[in-house]
């Protein structure tokens, strides 16, 4: 019961960070749209793994965090290296 | 004791995080510019994931299940503040500039320019994540 609640309301916040990140201006933006759209993912996948009693998702929830920083700051690098050149918008 | 940690504390601890968690993204959607909405995103971020995995961690009880819980807590609150920073590091670098104070901003713009010169003389090699 509880449960479903957090479900309910990190779903809630998930669907505003993806609305942050198609309307978002500025490219940082929607990085940071993004960013915590995948913290609230971890957040989902240690949920469910606790509701349906499989300890692997755990492991998933682990690898999902380091491949969302990695991934945000290797979109930033490749921004900020763009923004350098005058490529960017 | 651990039916009040189960049935009292954790149920308390994983409403407070989904608050917050709901907090920060109603800022990240409703704050008027950028660096207002890292701050809403930067902040409940930590505390809000933070606190639906403790109480993830009490509605466990499970000895893997808990050292895991804690390793993805350990993960989050290392890399959200360095994402933060970096992001941050990175628009003010780009160009993107705090509306709501311009005599900070004014102070800031001539060492991005001197920071940009310096950066497109050694022509990018290593990273600048320092």
């Known amino acids: ?89 | 004791m651990v039916e009040v940690l189960q049935t009292i504390v954790a149920p308390v601890l994983l409403l407070a995080g989904c608050f917050f968690c709901f907090a920060g993204g109603v800022g990240v959607l409703r704050f008027p510019e950028f660096f207002t909405r890292m701050h809403a995103s930067g902040v409940s971020d930590t505390l809000g994931a933070g606190l639906v995995i403790v109480a993830l961690m009490l509605l466990s009880m499970n000895f893997n299940e808990v050292i895991k819980l804690a390793l993805i807590l350990a993960f989050i609150l290392i890399t959200s503040p360095t994402s933060s920073h970096a992001l941050a590091k990175t628009a003010v670098r780009a160009g993107v500039l705090p509306k709501v104070a311009p005599e900070i901003a004014s102070e800031i713009t001539p060492e991005v320019e001197l920071d940009k010169e310096e950066h497109s003389s050694d022509g990018g090699g290593p990273s600048k994540f320092s």
């Open chain 1, 1 to 89: 019961m509880i449960l479903s609640i957090a479900t309910l309301a990190i779903l809630t916040v998930m669907g505003i960070a993806l609305m942050r990140a198609f309307l978002g201006p500025t490219l940082p933006d929607r990085i940071l749209a993004v960013n915590m759209f995948g913290t609230k993912t971890v957040l989902l996948i240690c949920i469910t793994a606790l509701v349906t009693d499989a300890g692997f998702l755990l492991d998933v929830a682990m690898v999902y965090a380091l491949i969302n920083f990695i991934g945000s700051i290797g979109a930033l690098q490749y921004f900020e290296r763009s923004a350098e050149n005058g490529t960017n918008e």
